[in-house]
């Protein structure tokens, strides 16, 4: 009975590897080419920012709903499989915009985006939580990483394929974004088909997961994993004030072409195969928390970086920075709201995580809209002023906060250069070899 289990485990997490292939294939189609479809639409600044704010606000009030409905199917895969069904489906109407809308395409935009968004993060706690049962312990920065990494490298094939799709067809109208976002549907139907296959162990069930949401969001700040999340809610808010207009200042402002772009988004895809093996090695060794004290010592910097030159190679050396800083502050963050939340309160946990996270990427895309306009410029642009408030903010959060939460599992302690610059051999283990599915993301740039 033991080694079916086993059997079982191990089979499911190579069915996410294909599962997270799939859905890292419709991710490099479309997560960098939704505000240039936006623009090519015609959006205003405003409408960028509502088109990241909208769709994250109704994300993360969804995600509370994620317990009750898991809750009520008594299985977390009756949640996933028919709202995955539902986020690929959406990109019908989305490619379908510029053909059958007669006016106000961008709200069009706006409003099937958020559908297909809501449908795809309201699968979220639930799959974290059949994740975080399947995965043992003390293998997941490795296993996270892993699936990082092949994540990362699809993404970044499937991206420049995007972007030269759209610059070989820039003169036929929307023929490009059809071809693209088409791809989209049938790689997210490949990652459903993946995910129906997968084991799903029981789940742990305890009076305490009656608890309501609203009294876990009361009692954030007098918890470690609360702590936590509010701190990670605050880095949000202030990294998205400036996210969603980077391509904004690279396709308006600087007027690049598309392969220009996704060579410049493509980079963290592509250093991420390597940073995401090198923070989950020492994820595994040194603890989450440790890993998050460095990197977020690094995020302020990465939006100042922006100023410095509007040469590609120089945004390319950018967004390398970025990626090294992001990939070890997005897998730790992950894993520790993984390993910090109760087995029975799991799915609850990681909601409201994910519920606070997206309200504070609504309300910094909004505000940062609204600043974006009213800034002057700096060095000729108002979106580099923005960058530069991003930036500030960013390290008056990272100052403030970071020493409010600790790490919950037993590690060692390790310097700082130590931790950065050894090598960090740990034990093999069967397990170990198995990689697959991919990571969420909290935020970029």
Known sequence: MFNRQVRK?????????????????????????????????????????????????????????????????????????????????????????????????????????????????MAGPAWGSMMADLVPERIRGRYFAGRGRIISLITMVFSFAAGGILQLLKNSGFTGFVLIFSGAILARLGSLYFLSKQYEPP????????????????GLGSNNLGRFSIFVALVSFVTNMASPFFAVYMLRDLNFSYISYVIITSVGSLTGLFFLTYWGRRADRAGNIRVIQITAVLIPFIPLLWLVSKQVWWLVIAETFSSFAWAGFNLAAVNFIYDAAAPALKTGRIAVFNAMNGVAVCFGAFFGSFLATRLPPLLGFSLLTLFVVSGLLRAIVVIVFLRSFKEVRRVPRVAVFDLLFSRHRLPSDSMGRLHGGYMPRIQKK
């Open 9 to 121: 485990v191990k089979q499911s997490l190579k069915y996410s590897v294909f599962d997270g292939s799939f859905w890292a294939a419709m991710a490099g189609l479309t997560q960098g080419y939704i505000t240039p479809f936006a623009l090519v639409l015609r959006a205003t600044t405003t409408q960028i920012g509502l088109l990241t704010s909208i769709p994250n606000l109704l994300m993360a009030l969804s995600q509370l709903a994620a317990p009750k409905l898991v809750e009520k199917t008594g299985s977390r895969k009756s949640l996933i499989l028919p709202v995955v069904f539902l986020h690929a489906m959406m990109w019908l109407p989305i490619l379908l915009i510029p053909f059958i809308m007669p006016g106000n395409k961008v709200w069009w935009l706006i409003l099937f985006v958020t559908v297909s968004s809501v449908a795809g993060s």
């Open 203 to 218: 789940m742990a069930i305890s009076k305490t997961n009656q608890e309501s949401i609203f009294n876990v969001i009361r």
